[in-house]
């Protein structure tokens, strides 16, 4: 099993362009997440998903998108990107919701 | 003032030092969830546990709920723990949730 997979892996943006972060795992599990991490600061959730098609807001949704068409894949949307979305961005699910996660290895943002 | 806080930020040990972070949080909550962040960036999930305490080879974490707050304990500490510990309080109810999380302690464990 890969487990949690993101691409890419970094990625460099100018202000105002969009992109997807992808997001897939091959561990059949219903929750999966999207979380940001600023220097010095604390992991913050974005967005989670309770399964295909179920999407909800975490403490930090503003300027991001998400869908959940099918159980593997979650990915991230970033419409009109800004140099406060410069931060690193984890994908993760869970078998059950809220417990043990699994995380990606991380997508490196920068918005200039 | 933040919602989880850790203590303390950083932590240096020899090698085979008892070791512990503390953790207290303000809400309410569901679970507390113990993480580790290995250098190169990478999370690791390593308990979580709503009461009482768990155990996973040298590593021990403990809950107490009344108090608000949670200690994950390494025995025989060794370079390879060096890493960012990070605790996350989990608040839900019914299907919505959120993780609150901690800003880490690093731990540098020299041989």
């Known amino acids: 099993n890969a487990g949690v997979t993101q691409t890419p892996k970094f990625r460099i943006l100018k202000i105002g362009q969009s992109m997807t972060l992808q997001c897939t795992q091959d561990?059949?599990?219903?929750?999966m997440y999207w979380y940001r991490q600023d220097p010095g600061m604390g992991l913050k959730l974005i967005y989670y998903?309770?399964?295909?098609?179920?999407?909800d807001k975490g403490e930090v949704p503003n300027g991001y998108n998400v869908s959940r068409s099918t159980t593997e894949d979650f990915p991230l949307r970033l419409e009109l990107a800004a140099p406060s979305q410069t931060s690193v961005y984890f994908c993760a699910s869970s078998y059950r919701g809220w417990n043990e996660q699994f995380f990606g290895p991380g997508t490196r943002l920068t918005v200039l | 003032k933040n919602e989880v806080e850790q203590s303390p930020q950083n932590l240096t040990a020899q090698e085979g030092e008892f070791i512990t972070i503390n953790c207290s949080y303000s809400?309410?909550?569901?679970?507390l969830h113990w993480l580790q962040q290995h250098p190169g960036g990478g999370i690791v999930s390593l308990f979580m546990?709503?009461?009482g305490k768990k155990k996973h080879g040298r590593l021990i974490a403990t809950i107490n709920i009344q108090e608000k707050h949670s200690s994950l304990h390494i025995t025989a500490s060794h370079p390879r723990d060096s890493a960012v510990y990070i605790c996350a309080a989990l608040n839900y109810g019914g299907s919505q949730g959120n993780l609150i999380f901690g800003k880490g302690t690093k731990l540098s464990v020299k041989p």
């Open positions: 561990m059949n599990h219903n929750y």
């Open positions: 809400v309410g909550i569901s679970a």
């Open positions: 998903s309770v399964g295909a098609g179920i999407t």
């Open positions: 546990l709503s009461s």
